[in-house]
């Protein structure tokens, strides 16, 4: 292994166990409203736009994951599959297309949104912060609180996801998203905000899942609905009757 590729290893394990010890509170206060959310038979939207898209949909409809979490896909922002891949970025800027989106959801007052963006900063993060808390929803934010401050907002409030959201997630990243430098390379590289974002999503998860879990155990309330692998026997089956149990607040089968 060379030593450039030992310090991209090291930079990113530095930073898991930075938010491991730095956003404990918030991580638990985040599981506290998915846990509610999933109990009081809510529904639970994630979004994120561009790569920040990436750590929404790693929780939506996997083995493991809680059955009730939907992607929230705003057209263009799903990873980078719109062509040209600007386009993505360019579409982050436009007003009113997120809230629309999720005008068309079956959203409800007090349903619950994971909202992700790396820099907090354009149109869209913060028009479907706002939006969504006006509508009744709780909004986790999952952003970098190195970016305000540091790059303007890019909307025309002059405010940044972390301004409207009931629980925020910090993931430390440094503004340019890059840990490694080489003297023949001109900018940074080697980002890490994928793993720590998706680390954070899982680590909520798992917080929520548990006290659903121990809530259940105590009598007072239902297993956490949990999916299950497809590639062990009666995954499928099992998965099925989940989707089915919970058609009223799941919108990834229409």
């Known amino acids: 292994m060379s030593e450039l590729v030992g310090r991209y290893f090291e930079a990113a394990i530095a930073h898991l166990r930075r938010v491991q010890a730095e956003e404990a509170e918030n991580i638990e206060a985040a599981a506290a409203l998915l846990a509610e959310a999933v109990a009081g038979n809510r529904r639970v939207f994630a979004f994120g736009a561009g790569h920040s898209s990436l750590a929404a949909q790693d929780v939506v409809y996997r083995a493991g994951g809680l059955v009730?979490?939907?992607?929230?896909?705003?057209?263009?922002?799903a990873g980078v599959t719109v062509m040209p891949a600007p386009l993505s970025s360019a579409l982050e800027r436009v007003s009113g297309l997120a809230t629309t989106t999720l005008d068309l959801t079956p959203a409800t007052s007090g349903d619950l949104l994971f909202l992700i963006s790396l820099s907090g900063r354009q149109t869209m993060p913060v028009e479907l912060a706002q939006h969504a808390r006006g509508r009744g929803l709780k909004v986790i934010g999952l952003t970098s609180l190195a970016y305000p401050g540091a790059v303007p907002s890019g909307h025309s409030s002059g405010t940044y996801l972390k301004d409207h959201c009931d629980v925020v997630l910090d993931n430390k990243i440094a503004v340019g998203d890059g840990e490694l430098t080489h003297?023949?390379?001109?900018?940074?590289?080697?980002?890490?905000?994928?793993?720590?974002?998706?680390?954070?999503?899982q680590a909520v998860v798992a917080s929520a899942v548990e006290r659903l879990a121990d809530a259940a155990l105590a009598g007072e309330g239902a297993a956490p609905p949990l999916f299950r692998s497809g590639n062990v026997p009666g995954g499928t089956e099992w998965n099925a009757k989940q989707m089915t149990d919970n058609a009223d607040r799941i919108f990834y089968t229409f």
């Open 68 to 77: 009730p979490i939907n992607l929230l896909e705003v057209p263009g922002m």
């Open 183 to 201: 003297p023949g390379a001109e900018t940074t590289f080697g980002p890490v905000s994928t793993i720590v974002t998706s680390a954070l999503m």
